[in-house]
């Protein structure tokens, strides 16, 4: 696991577009070997898809070979509705419908937003629940028939969730309906007339559909987020900290402004710094041969902005082959320690 830490929100988002184009790139996506991308909605993203955009049209990216595959949807809104994922992707992230999939979370009764206390629509809500674990199995198959998800950008939500892995989601969860809690419904209000007016419910990839994507970035923002990433990257693997689970994937990036960041214990700091040095300094000391499998057989490779300036790539998530000297990757290492304000950006955590 990485957590890169940056001043700003928009250097946080700069970074996180940066690692979604190197990804692509390095990738080399064409008609018949289309890279997967999954997409995350929220206030989080929104700058990261206006860079995006931004370098599709200065040509440095191209979404053509992109098939994109969202986490989340809610249940009850329309497509057209302005609050809904189907919406809000289209607002925010130019691909062709054909290459984008969202889980469908429109009613197929007239409900425009189930409350879940209202008893006249409980037998709609039933029938409902049926066709949405339909259309959620049908995801998972999607997904499955796609090759999997090539990289999976996220949010976090300030209670830890992830996608709408509300706490208490099992690890081994796939694509279901699922119930919204108070801290989500509350947070979520801001973009709704009233609180009343947000859906209770959402359609979500599962913990175990995640868990499943070959690379993950998750981007925070604002101090709201501190205590859920401290949480995500400091405590156990935790069912009250969805996130958390994350610790056991073997590609995670964390990317955090400053603000989120800033949760973290001064001593788990001081120690990611001495990991990130002796690791460092470990690389240093190693043969050449040794590093030369140390790297081969990585499918976490340690620093991304080496892979952005890497001559040469070929094959797909972590099976780079680099023409570079390896001693050029390693020395990477410490230029990500030195970008962070407090010295700590790039820092590796334990166990890596
Ligand atoms: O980016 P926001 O709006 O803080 O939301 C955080 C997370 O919450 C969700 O919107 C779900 O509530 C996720 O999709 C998102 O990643």
Known sequence: MHLQTFSTPEEASE??????????????????????LGLPTGGTPT???EILA???????????????????EYVGLPPTHEQSYHHFMEEHFDIPPSQTHILP??????????????????????????????????????????GGINLLFMGIGAN??????EPGSSFESRTRVVALNEGTWEANARFFEDKSR?????????????????????????????????????DGINHMTPASVLQQHERVTFVADSSAASGRKEDTKEHLKLQSQSQSHSMHLASH?????????????????????????????????NARPIVTLLAKGEVLLDHSEE??????????
């Open 198 to 234: 947000v859906p209770t419910h959402a359609l979500s990839m599962g913990l175990g559909t995640i868990l499943d994507a070959q690379e993950i970035i998750v981007l925070a923002l604002g101090s709201n987020k501190a205590e859920a990433i401290r949480r995500a990257v400091e």
């Open 160 to 165: 830890g969730h992830i996608g709408f892995n």
């Open 289 to 321: 041969g040794a590093a030369k499998s140390l790297i081969t057989n990585s499918t976490n490779p340690p620093i991304d902005a080496a892979i952005d300036t890497c001559t040469s790539t070929t094959g797909d998530h972590g099976q780079r082959t």
């Open 54 to 72: 931004e370098r599709c049209e200065a040509s440095e990216i191209s979404f053509e070979h992109v098939i994109s595959v969202n986490l989340d």
């Open 47 to 49: 700058r990261v898809y």
């Open 343 to 352: 010295g700590d950006e790039g820092d590796s955590l334990p166990g890596l």
């Open 105 to 146: 979370g429109v009613p197929i009764h007239p409900i425009q937003i189930i409350t879940g206390t209202d008893p006249s629509a409980a037998s709609e809500w039933e029938s409902d629940l049926k066709a949405h674990q339909v259309s959620c199995a049908a995801y998972e198959a999607l997904i499955t028939y796609l």
């Open 15 to 36: 970074a996180v577009a940066n690692l979604i184009i190197s990804r692509i790139n390095a990738f080399g996506p064409t008609q018949h070997h289309k890279f997967v």
